[in-house]
């Protein structure tokens, strides 16, 4: 079966970095549209960012845009976000999700999910 396993949350202070991982089994990450979703204590899941799986192009929410990095390694079946110039309002539980064909940007759109990372962003 599908797992997505999320790894690299953790306590960082503003301006720092992070990189999240998410190691793909029973699905190979170049063949599907992999997400990135975060959700902050009392708030919707929200879309961060994208790569599609046959150009692979990215995709932004325009609030990390220029700070977050999507990337993928074939070999290692594993998609990354490296996140830099954190702010507080980053803190939240990372997601990375998996489907087929487009990239959309709608939670609901996306059947494959891992267990989550904590981040922490403090000033």
């Known amino acids: 079966q599908v797992q997505l396993v ?3 949350g953790g306590w960082v202070q503003v ?6 991982s998410c190691a793909a089994s029973g699905l ?3 063949s599907r549209t992999m997400g990135w979703f975060r959700q902050a204590p009392g708030k919707e899941r929200e879309f961060v960012a994208g790569i599609r799986w046959s150009d692979p192009s990215t995709y932004y929410a325009e ?5 977050f990095t999507v990337s993928r390694d074939n070999a290692k079946n594993t998609v990354y976000l490296q996140m830099n ?17 487009q990239l959309l ?10 267990q989550g990372t ?3 962003v403090s000033s």
């Open 28 to 30: 190979t990450v170049s």
């Open 15 to 20: 301006g720092g970095s992070l990189r999240l």
């Open 85 to 101: 110039s954190l702010k507080p309002e980053d803190t939240a539980v990372y997601y990375c999700a998996a489907k087929r064909n």
């Open 118 to 120: 904590q981040v922490v």
């Open 63 to 67: 609030s990390v845009k220029g700070r």
């Open 6 to 8: 999320e790894s690299g």
């Open 105 to 114: 940007v709608q939670s609901t759109d996306y059947p494959y999910w891992g």
